[in-house]
């Protein structure tokens, strides 16, 4: 029967009674089966639209590697037998009057009470017969990207961008940078996605900014989606797109419909009126806007391919190529004292991961800017560390960012911004960004004095 087709040496190992008993059900399946494709010669069932033998095909495919002594035989058969249960629920209305099929729903009921399988769960993500899905870019990479003989898949690379703060700029490339950048700026421009911000002054004499204002356009992509258009601005922070949408690709608001497929566009409401999720699955993109006190922050994660998608016309992007010079705070990293102070040769040089440092460049005042009464720097410090137990640049710049305004809401900013950072960052081994080990960070006070009095404008 093994010369008809129907019979695989994969599914006779699992199926072999000395060494897998219980998967006596499997072996009775494809025996009716292979009946079947003798009888007709052939391994087609009567009903063309009946598509029971690729589903048949395909869970021996998934299984054909697996023996019982392998760790995690269970999980995965388990894997594989809902899949097959998914195709024959898929196929069942083509179905009806066949015997192979109802033989095969048997047997993985059957299997699945033996191997003590739940009827929810993962399916197998290699399963041949989930077809790549045009608004899902996890499922159109996926479907590219999986050779078709070892299953192997090669996931897509992954690019993290954020900006909270007075403000601080977390680059593609993990640059953090301390910029003005007021009025309108894009951080993202590209042939799939347009994200800008509006940054104001905070305190008079200074030249530190923070954002009131964030725009988030997804452009129109094939029929996943038309153009949709997201607005934040300070005390309005929308669960829909401006023309009062939630959602693009599906006949409802839920994050799947009724077919069980992801949409290509939703809005998810975390708090009211203080954190928002945009989730664009049709481009494999995430945007977190959060309202802390009076300003916005705003976290995005975009594979790597969609956010290298522009020409010319589009370097203006502070996540790709971080802030132009005139408009950098920190200069590069290199933070020298006003000359009225002492010891003006001092400054900071911020550690840039994989050697991105840039050159420095000095930047002198007229006189030295004085932070708004309300916190002292021990005093700042010992707030930020209510919230930042790490010393890394995001407890610095919280410190900064206290020095400046004298507002408590920037701490949970940069508590706010680091979490973000943490679940959309792709590279766990760059989370965290210190100041380099030197005579300077010894002296943080110095330090932090130092990004103070650089963002006199």
């Known amino acids: 029967m093994g010369r008809a087709g129907c019979c695989y040496r994969g599914a006779e190992r699992l199926a072999s009674p000395p060494r897998v008993p219980r998967l006596r059900p499997l072996l009775v399946l494809l025996l009716a089966l292979c009946y079947r494709a003798h009888r007709g010669g052939h391994c087609q069932v009567a009903t063309p639209q009946c598509r029971i033998q690729k589903c048949t095909t395909d869970f021996v495919s998934l299984t054909s590697h697996l023996t019982p002594a392998l ?15 998914a195709c024959t629920q898929r196929t069942a209305k083509s179905c009806r009057g066949n015997l192979v099929f109802h033989s095969a729903v048997l047997g993985i009921s059957d299997l699945m009470t033996q191997r003590n399988c739940s009827r ?14 045009p608004c899902n870019y996890h499922s159109r990479t996926q479907h590219a990207h999986t050779h078709p003989h070892t ?35 894009p951080l993202i421009d590209n042939d799939y996605l347009s994200v800008q911000v509006t940054n104001v002054p905070v305190v008079t004499g200074s030249s530190a900014t923070a954002t009131n204002k964030i725009t ?36 409802d608001h839920n994050v799947n419909d009724s077919t069980g497929k992801v949409q290509a566009l939703w809005i998810s409401e975390h708090s009211p009126g203080r954190h928002v ?46 802030c132009p010079t005139s408009e950098r705070i920190d200069r590069g990293g290199h933070l020298p004292l006003p000359l009225p102070l002492p010891h003006p040769a001092l400054g900071l040089q911020l550690q840039q991961p994989h050697g991105q ?38 407890f610095h710049s919280c410190v900064f960012d206290l020095l400046t305004t004298g507002d408590a809401n920037f701490t949970a900013a940069a508590f706010s911004a680091l979490k973000d950072m943490e679940s959309l960052h792709p590279h766990r081994e760059r989370w965290t960004i210190y100041p380099p080990s030197s005579a300077h960070t010894s002296q943080p006070i ?12």
């Open 71 to 85: 760790d995690g035989f269970d999980v995965e058969f388990c894997k594989a037998l809902r899949s097959y249960s």
């Open 120 to 133: 929810d769960g993962p399916t197998s993500s290699t399963h041949p017969e989930i077809q790549s899905e």
């Open 151 to 185: 299953h192997t898949h090669t996931p897509p690379g992954y690019l993290f961008c954020g900006l909270f703060g007075d403000p601080h700029l977390r680059t593609f490339k993990d640059s953090f940078q301390t910029c003005k950048v007021e009025g309108a700026w």
């Open 216 to 251: 988030v356009i997804f452009k129109p992509f094939e029929e996943c989606t038309d153009q949709r258009v997201y607005q934040a601005v300070t005390d309005d922070l929308p669960a829909a797109f401006v023309d009062g949408t939630v959602s693009s690709g599906a006949p």
């Open 277 to 322: 999720e945009l989730h664009a699955s049709y481009i494999g993109v995430t945007v977190i806007v959060r309202q802390l006190g009076r300003y916005l922050t705003l976290a995005v994660r975009i594979p790597e391919e969609m956010a290298h998608a522009y020409d010319a016309t589009q370097d203006l992007q502070l996540c790709l190529n971080g």
């Open 357 to 394: 440092g840039q050159s420095s460049h000095t930047h002198s005042h007229t006189a030295p800017y004085s932070a708004p009464h309300g916190f002292s720097m021990e005093g700042a410090r010992a707030h930020c560390r209510e919230q930042l137990e790490v010393q890394d640049i995001y």
């Open 446 to 457: 110095t330090w932090l004095l130092l990004l103070t009095l650089c963002a006199l404008g």
